[in-house]
């Protein structure tokens, strides 16, 4: 009989922690493990993706960043109902009611998984602050917690989480899905309005041509969050339109759009051209394939998705350090301390001043490093031995 396995996750809208369910589920072998996942909150496009390929996918429709009766119920009800050999839970809040309402319905085998490593409780709700505290009380009762990052692990035992219960398993990814492509950067350019498509008298498309080839687009792909400092982003992109004016900037993920008030105003009028929000898609791959650099600007995840998305499409990055980032790019692209907007500049403006050639051989350096130590079947093939060794010995740690 395959394994049972629930997964509980705050919400199946696009993010890493849920990228990263989605890539899991995918893989795994479906005859030794059956995997149902439960949203606190609603669908997703994640879920609705999972759901077409034939996952059971189950919806409490509790409202973001609070509980409700009826939702709790749901819950605990599913959970007696359907007794998994595993309960997977994924971010602070799963893990919190996953614990407890796991424990009452029964299921020994029970895994937390922490995706970043470090938060600044001041910029969150008070109720995610509590939602930690607790967690780190009752850190002794999950049978193993997982994370991407050994920074994760050494932040979180500071906090107070018992330091004998941790597994490491990085992100993995699909270099098939994630790769150089290279008419991408022409028809993003197209998309942005930055080039022509179709006919054109042969000396005017050689004049695009030229110019799309001057242009360069940096990119920084998240949604919208405190953690991910858009605004240190901004500040950076300027002072390097400062230096260079051939530099574009591309910002996709959810909330990242024009609409956002609070992100468009700290963008210059006298920049507002350069900078193009594309809010959340579902082409990442072709808009990561067509920048000329990457960039990760948050100051506390663990493994940013969109490090190694990028390196394996052959963009070189720029990272801040923190989490495993730093060990992730290794020498296929430049690091910089968090919430630094000159040093990230600077770091930009090096790749640019390199020259495409020098560039283009960092990518493919990248992409070769993610296949050695960060392929998604390493990724998939851990989580399995995990959860088989749980089943097999009751508890692994």
Request: glycine share 8%.
């Given at each position: 009989?395959?394994?049972?396995?629930?997964?509980?996750?705050?919400?199946?809208?696009?993010?890493?922690?849920?990228?990263?369910?989605?890539?899991?589920?995918?893989?795994?072998?479906?005859?030794?493990?059956?995997?149902?996942?439960?949203?606190?909150?609603?669908?997703?496009?994640?879920?609705?993706?999972?759901?077409?390929?034939?996952?059971?996918?189950?919806?409490?429709?509790?409202?973001?960043?609070?509980?409700?009766?009826?939702?709790?119920?749901?819950?605990?009800?599913?959970?007696?109902?359907?007794?998994?050999?595993?309960?997977?839970?994924?971010?602070?809040?799963?893990?919190?009611?996953?614990?407890?309402?796991?424990?009452?319905?029964?299921?020994?085998?029970?895994?937390?998984?922490?995706?970043?490593?470090?938060?600044?409780?001041?910029?969150?709700?008070?109720?995610?602050?509590?939602?930690?505290?607790?967690?780190?009380?009752?850190?002794?009762?999950?049978?193993?917690?997982?994370?991407?990052?050994?920074?994760?692990?050494?932040?979180?035992?500071?906090?107070?989480?018992?330091?004998?219960?941790?597994?490491?398993?990085?992100?993995?990814?699909?270099?098939?899905?994630?790769?150089?492509?290279?008419?991408?950067?022409?028809?993003?350019?197209?998309?942005?309005?930055?080039?022509?498509?179709?006919n054109t008298e042969r000396g005017e498309q050689k004049r695009f041509e030229n110019r799309r080839n001057r242009l360069l687009l940096i990119g920084f792909i998240a949604r919208y969050d405190p953690m991910k400092d858009h605004?240190?982003?901004?500040?950076a992109a300027c002072l390097v339109l400062q230096k260079r004016r051939n530099v574009h900037f591309v910002l996709a993920g959810r909330d990242v759009t024009w609409g956002n008030k609070i992100m468009a105003g700290q963008i210059p009028d006298a920049w507002k051209d350069h900078f193009h929000l594309l809010g959340e898609r579902s082409d990442i791959q072709n808009i990561t394939a067509a920048?000329?650099?990457?960039?990760?600007?948050?100051?506390?995840?663990?493994?940013?998705?969109?490090?190694?998305?990028?390196?394996?499409?052959?963009?070189?990055?720029?990272?801040?350090?923190?989490?495993?980032?730093?060990?992730?790019?290794?020498?296929?692209?430049?690091?910089?301390?968090?919430?630094?907007?000159?040093?990230?500049?600077?770091?930009?403006?090096?790749?640019?001043?390199?020259?495409?050639?020098?560039?283009?051989?960092?990518?493919?350096?990248?992409?070769?490093?993610?296949?050695?130590?960060?392929?998604?079947?390493?990724?998939?093939?851990?989580?399995?031995?995990?959860?088989?060794?749980?089943?097999?010995?009751?508890?692994?740690?």
């Amino acid at each position: 009989m395959p394994i049972r396995v629930v997964h509980l996750i705050t919400t199946l809208e696009t993010g890493g922690a849920e990228m990263m369910l989605e890539r899991l589920l995918c893989r795994m072998r479906s005859d030794d493990f059956s995997n149902e996942v439960v949203s606190l909150t609603d669908i997703g496009s994640v879920g609705r993706r999972l759901m077409n390929q034939g996952f059971g996918v189950h919806v409490l429709g509790m409202p973001s960043g609070r509980l409700t009766l009826r939702g709790l119920v749901r819950l605990w009800r599913l959970l007696r109902l359907e007794k998994p050999t595993i309960l997977q839970t994924w971010l602070y809040h799963a893990d919190l009611l996953g614990l407890i309402f796991g424990k009452l319905a029964g299921i020994s085998n029970i895994c937390w998984n922490i995706r970043c490593s470090y938060i600044e409780l001041a910029k969150y709700r008070p109720s995610t602050k509590w939602t930690i505290r607790l967690c780190s009380f009752l850190s002794g009762l999950p049978a193993a917690m997982i994370t991407n990052s050994r920074e994760a692990v050494r932040f979180h035992i500071n906090l107070g989480y018992k330091a004998n219960r941790w597994k490491v398993i990085p992100n993995g990814f699909d270099v098939e899905k994630f790769k150089p492509r290279e008419q991408a950067k022409a028809k993003l350019l197209v998309e942005l309005g930055l080039s022509h498509k179709g006919n054109t008298e042969r000396g005017e498309q050689k004049r695009f041509e030229n110019r799309r080839n001057r242009l360069l687009l940096i990119g920084f792909i998240a949604r919208y969050d405190p953690m991910k400092d858009h605004s240190t982003f901004i500040k950076a992109a300027c002072l390097v339109l400062q230096k260079r004016r051939n530099v574009h900037f591309v910002l996709a993920g959810r909330d990242v759009t024009w609409g956002n008030k609070i992100m468009a105003g700290q963008i210059p009028d006298a920049w507002k051209d350069h900078f193009h929000l594309l809010g959340e898609r579902s082409d990442i791959q072709n808009i990561t394939a067509a920048l000329d650099i990457a960039s990760s600007v948050s100051y506390g995840e663990g493994f940013p998705n969109i490090i190694g998305e990028a390196m394996a499409s052959g963009v070189p990055c720029v990272v801040t350090d923190v989490g495993d980032s730093a060990a992730i790019v290794g020498d296929t692209g430049y690091v910089v301390p968090s919430n630094d907007a000159a040093a990230l500049s600077s770091a930009c403006l090096k790749l640019i001043e390199m020259g495409g050639v020098r560039r283009e051989e960092l990518g493919r350096r990248a992409r070769k490093r993610i296949g050695q130590h960060y392929a998604l079947a390493d990724t998939v093939r851990e989580y399995q031995k995990l959860y088989t060794t749980l089943v097999r010995r009751r508890r692994v740690f």
